[in-house]
């Protein structure tokens, strides 16, 4: 009945049915009022992409507390919108207590909502059009069955799966976006006015860091120079104590010894080397072992100093 009614094709009502469709049970609005309103609209002159858009809007802004069209609906009702639903109400009734409080006080209906879109279908449907808009919902109502057949049927085809999962991306995207815009839009402001401090602290931290990596080049440096100057036995000793193979430590040795001692100090780590080839290498003659561990000490000792 929607497609004889209004100026719409079945195929595009398929189309884009599901962009209203969510919108419309998630305030419980029956498909036979949906039908109506839309038919209503298309026979307009409204395209229907157009007209899925200012219905959701509609509806939308209707049902969700704290709008002006909510706010203003509540005052004419005393009934919130989806509490006027769940009473028996239809949105056709719903538009028609809006008409009728415009009509006694003089108020515009495009005044009644600051959405652009939900005041387009307000007086689209509230104006001079609203006895036919009612007189559709009369009609498609009396056809209710093969209305819900036809409506079951786009329900199970895939595009509109899709096009209901659209809108309520859409929708959450919108709502998110609208509650996180004061947090964004205060710390843009924050950002701007103290870009000149942000930009100073940026550069103070890069120039305090600098020195510290220097001396951390110096200390790497001095240990490379000093491992690489160590007898073959002694590289192999503490290759093993580090657990690493005799080539990995000629390539990677001072740079592990780099990392231990920024942790904890490598000429601690060194000297306890030192004092235990002292006291188990010495008795096995390996006496150049010993030497070099505490030569190795001394240079990361003296490492350390200068940094």
């Known amino acids: 009945m929607t ?3 209004g100026k719409i094709e079945f195929e595009q009502l398929a189309a ?4 209203v469709a969510p919108t419309a049970a998630q305030f419980k609005i029956g498909f036979e009022d949906v039908g109506a309103a839309i038919a209503s609209i298309t026979s307009q002159g409204l395209k229907p992409e ?3 858009t200012v219905l959701t809007s ?3 802004q209707l049902g969700k507390s704290g709008t002006d069209l909510s706010d203003n609906f509540k005052e004419i009702t005393g009934q919130s919108f989806p509490d006027f639903i769940a009473s028996g109400g239809t949105l056709a009734d719903a538009i028609g207590k809006i008409r009728d409080y415009s009509q006694d006080t003089g108020t515009s209906l495009m005044d009644m909502t600051g959405n652009l879109e939900a005041a387009k279908g307000l007086a689209m449907l509230g104006g001079s059009a609203f006895e036919q808009y009612a007189g559709f919902l009369d009609e498609i109502s009396d056809s209710a069955g093969a209305t819900e057949t036809a409506y079951s049927k786009m329900s199970e085809t895939m595009a509109f799966a899709m096009d209901q999962l659209k809108s309520q991306m859409q929708i959450m995207s919108v709502e998110v976006g609208a509650a996180l815009a004061p947090v964004v839009k205060d710390f843009t402001k924050w950002l701007s006015d103290n870009a000149d401090e942000i ?3 940026a550069v103070s931290v890069a120039e305090n860091a600098v020195p510290a990596i220097e001396k951390l080049f110096d200390i790497l440096k001095g240990l490379m120079d000093s491992f690489n100057n160590l007898s073959p036995d002694t590289k192999s000793l503490l290759s093993s104590v580090l657990g690493v193979g005799i080539a990995g430590a000629a390539i990677g040795g001072p740079a592990l010894f780099g990392a231990g001692m920024a942790g904890s ?3 601690g780590i060194v000297g306890l080397l030192s004092t235990l080839s002292k006291i188990s290498l010495g008795g096995l ?3 150049t072992v010993a030497t070099d561990i505490t030569a190795l000490g001394t240079a ?4 350390e100093g200068a940094g």
């Open 285 to 287: 003659g390996l006496s």
């Open 300 to 303: 990361s000792a003296g490492a």
């Open 50 to 52: 157009q007209t899925m």
């Open 58 to 60: 509609l509806i939308s």
């Open 16 to 19: 884009n049915i599901g962009k």
């Open 265 to 267: 100090g490598l000429s």
């Open 199 to 201: 930009k100073d602290f």
């Open 3 to 5: 497609v004889e009614l």
